[in-house]
């Protein structure tokens, strides 16, 4: 039986793919960067445990070198990632949204890193053709705050994985993801979105995912700030610059893939491009608006500050 080939773009790469990504802009056949595909794994390196957990189960991870890795969220599926060029996913698994929510977020993360691209895990909007980053601890409301912003008709560029391309010769560009905002029901409910418009990130979660009526920056733009979000507190809103050598250690706590991939040279890499980073980048750190009301100030008055 002929296989279907399924053709997208994300993160300015051309995508091919053996499985449906639905959240992903769907293009026209023709020469991919990467291509993604069902396949039996051999047996991998040593897996060791990650700090990544996705629907209940924790990643685990081997490598070879750089150009061959493996994700492992035994029973459900692995992954093999090769060279930026593919993903070979093993699986029984057919349910779409299951292997979006997988594929789409580490998987991809690791051919991204492959190709020397700057990763954190946080959120992406454009802002008066700027790139204005959210990061932040798990629940720290990345999402919710660019789900606030998407409500005034700001552009998304990306949600759960910031992509950056850092050069010492140009400046520092965040590349779109894909139109999608993942956000739990209260906050559906605090911003008072439209259910209707959005649907379950899989059964049995009350998370949705908004991606049919937001707005999406679909071109590279300049990065301008990055904010890290922390816990509300009586000072919300207060912004606290972090000093330029403290910018390093401090983007390296939010690398979204397995932190043993952080080593010799590769480590040496994430810390040039953090510097090149803190050298023009301001980022601050502010207590997240206490409430839906507060944040929405917020939202007007970043879009009337910057």
């Known amino acids: 039986m002929e296989l279907t080939t399924y053709y997208y773009t994300a993160y300015g790469l051309t995508l091919g793919s053996e499985i449906s990504l639905p959240p992903l802009k769907e293009i026209g056949p023709g020469p991919v960067d990467v291509f993604i595909r069902r396949g039996k794994l051999a047996l991998s390196p040593p897996l060791q445990p990650t700090k990544i957990y996705r629907a209940g189960l924790q ?84 999402s919710t705050t660019v789900a606030a912003f998407a409500q005034k008709g700001v552009g998304v560029l990306s949600d759960d994985m910031v992509c950056i391309r850092v050069s010492k010769t140009e400046p520092p560009v965040v590349l779109p993801a894909f139109p999608q905002i993942k956000i739990w029901e209260n906050s559906v409910h605090g911003l008072q979105l439209e259910k209707s418009e959005m649907s379950l990130v899989r059964e049995g979660v009350n998370k949705f995912s908004w991606h049919e009526s937001i707005s999406f920056s679909e071109k590279p733009v300049p990065l301008k700030q990055i904010f890290v979000l922390t816990a509300p507190n009586e000072l919300a809103g207060t912004i606290v610059q972090v000093p330029q050598h403290q910018i390093p250690i401090e983007l390296l706590s939010y690398f979204p893939l397995a932190d043993s991939l952080l080593q010799g040279k590769p480590l040496k890499d994430y810390f040039e491009k953090s510097i090149t980073l803190a050298q023009t980048i301001p980022l601050v750190k502010m207590s997240r608006p206490a409430n839906f009301a507060k944040l929405h100030e917020f939202v007007d008055h970043l879009k009337m500050s910057l």
Do not use: C, M
Not at 87 to 102: P, R, Y
Not at 133 to 142: I, Q, R, S, T
């Open 59 to 142: 990643a685990q991870f081997a490598q070879n070198g750089t150009e061959e890795l493996w994700l492992s969220w035994a029973p459900l599926l692995s992954f093999k990632i090769v060279k930026g060029q593919e993903i070979i996913i093993d699986t029984v698994q057919t349910d779409e949204d299951i292997l979006s929510l997988f594929t789409l977020s580490e998987a991809i993360g690791l051919i991204l890193f492959q190709r020397g691209y700057f990763l954190l895990h946080g959120s992406a909007i454009q802002l008066q053709d700027k790139g204005v980053v959210f990061l932040g601890e798990p629940g720290a409301g990345k």
